[in-house]
């Protein structure tokens, strides 16, 4: 038997016609010409050590489960944790046999240990196979000098690997394996998108507002503003300068100046444009005015 592998068999996924009949004659066609990419298929020792870690794996996660139970039990009458490291070996079963608990929660778990001694038996006759078929294997031997790797996971690795020569490199059994996580984002990399999100969230505090918001009247000043009084002159905005009155700016809503100032900018203008009278005010004075 030969098992092909279905995202290369472009002819069968093109095919205007469908039917049982038309793929198994054009499978069969690209095997006769050697054109079928077939997969790799484990042997039966391969097989066979994946059936053992299959099932010590379902041993292990139903003792999880009761002793899951026996502490449930526990919690529910309020008894406090074992000072025991282990509450199922020797020592941590004889705290457990003294605690105050009801006789049907004292049978259950009596009938939950008989059922963790069981598990460990049928435990312990999956280890001793699983060993027998993997003590040697060199590949499992060349494993097991990694430190934290021992008997039990050297040979579920390589039963989930099979032959190491089918990946062409180490990123295809990375990839076999699941430990390469692909990222799906938006934008040209995290880097910008971090950015750009960083930047919509927290804007600078000296950032300058949009043009359209100006255009809106949505105007708004960044930074308070302190508004100076001088006696005689009205309000203006800005720092005050000790000594030196400032004029208010337009369009401030501000009282009108004074009648001398405004007569003294009306005299500057007209020199400015040339059209002042003969014997006007003297500049500088009427600068020193302002």
């Not at 003590?135 to 390589?158: C, F, S």
């Amino acid at each position: 038997m030969v098992i092909a592998n279905p995202l290369r068999v472009k002819a069968i996924a093109h095919a205007h016609v469908k039917t049982e009949k038309v793929d198994a004659a054009t499978l069969a066609s690209l095997h006769a010409a050697g054109d079928l990419p077939e997969i790799w298929t484990p042997d039966a020792a391969t097989e066979r050590m994946r059936r053992l870690v299959a099932r010590r794996d379902q041993v292990v996660r139903h003792r999880t489960r009761i002793k899951n139970a026996v502490h449930a039990i526990l919690q529910a009458h309020l008894i406090p944790k074992c000072p025991r490291a282990d509450l199922f070996n020797k020592r941590g079963r004889d705290w457990l046999n003294r605690q105050p608990v009801p006789e049907d929660e004292r049978a259950a778990i009596a009938r939950h240990v008989r059922a963790l001694n069981r598990l460990g038996e049928d435990l312990a006759v999956l280890g001793r196979d699983i060993a027998k078929d993997a003590i040697d294997d060199e590949a499992i031997q060349r494993l097991l000098t990694i430190t934290g790797v021992n008997l039990t996971v050297a040979a579920g690795l390589m039963a989930a690997i099979g032959s190491i020569d089918r990946f062409n490199s180490p990123q295809k059994l990375v990839s076999y394996f699941g430990l390469n996580p692909r990222v799906r984002q938006s934008g040209l990399g995290s880097g910008e998108s971090t950015s750009a999100t960083a930047g919509f969230l927290h804007p600078h505090p000296s950032a300058p507002w949009s043009s359209d918001r100006r255009r809106r009247g949505r105007t708004q000043a960044r930074h308070p503003v302190l508004a100076h009084a001088d006696e005689g002159r009205g309000l203006s905005l800005g720092p005050a300068k000790p000594g030196r009155p400032q004029a208010p700016r337009h369009g401030t809503g501000c009282r009108p100046a004074t009648d001398e100032g405004e007569k003294a900018r009306r005299e500057l203008r007209l020199q400015h444009d040339g059209t002042a009278p003969a014997g006007g005010t003297d500049r500088g004075a009427r600068g020193k005015e302002l």
